[in-house]
């Protein structure tokens, strides 16, 4: 409920700054209706995804506990409205390579069972917002686990977290995934829906130094490298909507 309202809450904003200082006007009332329209299937879709989690996935106590406190530090500056603020700071991204959207717990357990991640697994998070998939394969698999973002609140509040539950094998670390040390990871896990060209060139030569045999989860796009063989892909739940995921082994 709490992750509905604080939805809610963005959305709210996000439409007031939108319509401030804009004069009135008939195509200005066709929009706002359609931003109304918009975010309420919005919010209906969103509130389907947290019953769902909430059944399926949040049985684990420590889990559930964490996922509370992150929807705590949120519950009024939520992650996507965090993202917009400090995303407009960072000078080295442009806003749209930063866009906020989130993986379901529902997603990432599919994606995570279907490349058979273990407890000898180094799981990386590149762009890990709040750091939800990095505590999940932490806590559910026993996987060393790392967040990269470059938005400094996700990072220190993650960091936070990890101290206060004393959790063990788990980081997080401000930096630019194109400058991060990747070589002691097994599995990737990258959400470059948002990318430009730009970025995913620099995307397809980082993956390229990736090592051999780690294994590559990425969402929206199909990636054709000969560094890369496919294991599969499918349709899975995102804070947006429905998006393709895709698998790969690094050979
Ligand atoms: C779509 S969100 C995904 C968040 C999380 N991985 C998830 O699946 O729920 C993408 C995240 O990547 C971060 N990001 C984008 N470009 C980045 C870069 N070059 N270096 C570090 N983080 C980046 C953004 O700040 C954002 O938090």
């Known amino acids: 409920m ?13 439409l007031s700054m939108y319509f401030k200082d804009s004069n009135w006007s008939k195509e200005k009332t066709k929009e706002f209706f ?21 059944i399926f996935i949040l049985k684990n106590k420590k889990l559930k506990e ?7 530090i949120y519950k009024n500056d939520n992650q996507f409205w965090v993202s917009l603020k400090e995303g407009y700071s960072i000078k080295t991204e442009k806003i749209s390579n ?15 069972d279907f490349i058979k991640l273990n407890s000898q697994d180094v799981f990386y998070d590149l762009g ?20 990269i973002d470059l938005i400094k609140s996700f990072i220190d509040n993650a960091n936070n977290i990890v101290k ?10 401000r930096k630019s995934i194109f400058d991060a040390d990747l070589n002691n990871g097994t599995v990737f896990y990258i959400t ?13 030569n980082k993956i390229k130094t990736l090592p051999k045999g780690s294994r590559l989860i990425v969402l929206s796009i ?30």
Do not use: H
Not at 66 to 72: E, G, H, V
Not at 98 to 112: D, H, N, Q, R, V
Not at 128 to 147: D, E, L, Q, R
């Open 128 to 147: 890990c917002g709040t750091g939800k998939n990095v505590f999940f394969s932490n806590i559910v698999y026993n996987a060393k686990s790392i967040g």
């Open 34 to 54: 359609f931003y109304i329209l918009y975010y309420l299937m919005n919010i209906c879709y969103y509130s389907f995804l947290c019953f769902a989690e909430y």
């Open 98 to 112: 930063l866009t906020y959207g989130e993986t379901s717990y529902l997603a990432i357990k599919y994606s995570l």
């Open 192 to 204: 470059p829906t948002c990318f430009d060209r730009d970025n995913l060139n620099k995307l397809f």
């Open 66 to 72: 964490i996922d509370n406190k992150i929807t705590d």
């Open 222 to 251: 199909e990636i054709n490298l000969p560094e890369l063989k496919k294991l599969g892909q499918k349709k899975l739940f995102y804070s947006w909507g429905l998006a393709d995921t895709f698998y790969y082994q690094v050979v």
């Open 164 to 173: 206060e539950f004393d959790l063990k094998n788990i980081t997080f670390i």
């Open 2 to 14: 709490i992750k509905v309202i604080s939805l809610l809450k963005f959305q709210l904003k996000v």
